[in-house]
């Protein structure tokens, strides 16, 4: 039985046919199973960890708007905010591309590990996401990917305000 692939390269899921490979045939698919999951949660650790070096680099950006009370003159206090707001905004592109690039790598992963399951005799992650979504509708779940492209937005709209007001204090001083 072979298992289509969607890899343009690649005829099937599997390398070869498991009357070809052998008695150990299950066992080695199991464990090559095990390899792959394995490294999606490491992408998944590597996106958690994006995600809270996003929001301390926000922060942190932030937190530079205290430093611009005390310099000298409106202008230099605006062209300080406007470079604050600069890379605050910067910061939320390339992290906005950051997570994405890592919702496509973990949906190719998916893809994947579904076609894995066809040669298992349980498909727990093909069943996981089947429910959910078919759930999603009644119960307004969000994807993670979803929620980290909103936490950018917010983040750039809030730089973005941020450089407006200051524009609006500049123009009234």
Request: charged letters at 20%; aromatic letters at 12%; hydrophobic letters at 45%.
């Amino acid at each position: 039985m072979e298992h289509k692939c969607e890899c343009e390269h690649a005829r099937s899921v599997s390398s070869v046919e498991a009357s070809a490979y052998g008695d150990r045939y299950k066992d080695h698919v199991l464990e090559q199973y095990k390899v792959f999951l394995e490294g999606m949660e490491k992408n998944s650790e590597r996106r958690r960890t994006v995600l809270q070096f996003f929001i301390g680099a926000n922060t942190a950006i932030f937190a530079l708007v205290g430093f611009t009370f005390d310099l000298g003159s409106p202008l230099t206090k605006l062209m300080a905010r406007l470079a604050i707001a600069a890379a605050g905004v910067v910061v939320c592109i390339i992290f906005f591309y950051l997570f994405r690039s890592h919702k496509q790598l973990s949906s190719a992963k998916f893809r994947v590990i579904e076609q894995i399951e066809e040669l298992l005799p349980l498909k727990p992650y093909s069943c996981e996401w089947s429910i959910l979504k078919k759930n999603t509708e009644k119960t307004g779940y969000l994807s993670s990917s979803k929620l980290e492209a909103l936490l950018t937005l917010i983040f750039g709209a809030g730089f973005l305000m941020f450089a407006a007001l200051s524009y609006c204090a500049y123009r009234l001083s």
